[in-house]
């Protein structure tokens, strides 16, 4: 599946009220996912977690 191989490599490194912050493997996959996938990914957040208001996405540090 290209989403699991895509979503498998953003760990999640911080959840906190309204906002969830995940890791990319890169500075390429983390553009990427902002700019392909960031809608679907808040979407399936809030369903989780209604209080999640925000997703962002980074590289690794």
Known sequence: ???????????????EVGRVTLAAPSTFVAADVRTHFLPQLLRVYAEIDPG???VEVGPMA
């Open 52 to 54: 999640v208001r925000r």
């Open 1 to 15: 599946m290209l989403a699991k191989a895509w979503f498998g490599q953003l760990p999640e490194m911080v959840h």
